[in-house]
Nanobody, 115 residues
Framework: QVQLVESGGGLVQPGGSLRLSCAAF????????MGWFRQAPGKAREFVAR???????NYAESVKGRFTTSRDNAKNTVVLQMNSLKPEDTAVYFC?????????WGQGAQVTVSS
């Protein structure tokens, strides 16, 4: 059974930092590109960041220079480090495992940026 389990969400003040982790179970982790998406209330889910199987990363323009994603294939884990957080970053964050047309999703982690 495939599972993606996210952790590390919470409440943070503007300008603060949070670190999200996503642990994968039941897949050959090293063969999957790992992505992060987010969905704010009343809005569509949007792309945040992705790291390929070779470690290449790409980011949405809105988070470039503030967010960093990395992966540890030995631990089947991907991390999203979020710095200089803004209120508009408030959303439920989802991790995704993608191989060709096969995609798996985590359950989501709430991130709230508010003073």
């Amino acid at each position: 059974q495939v599972q993606l389990v996210e952790s590390g969400g919470g409440l943070v003040q503007p300008g603060g930092s949070l670190r999200l982790s996503c642990a994968a179970f039941g897949i050959d982790f090293s063969m999957y590109a790992m992505g992060w998406f987010r969905q704010a209330p009343g809005k569509a889910r949007e792309f945040v960041a992705r790291i390929g199987i070779g470690g290449t990363t790409n980011y949405a323009e809105s988070v470039k220079g503030r967010f960093t994603t990395s992966r540890d294939n030995a631990k089947n884990t991907v991390v999203l480090q979020m710095n200089s957080l803004k209120p508009e970053d408030t959303a439920v964050y989802f991790c995704q495992a993608l191989r060709l047309t096969l995609a798996y999703w985590g359950q989501g982690a709430q991130v709230t940026v508010s003073s």
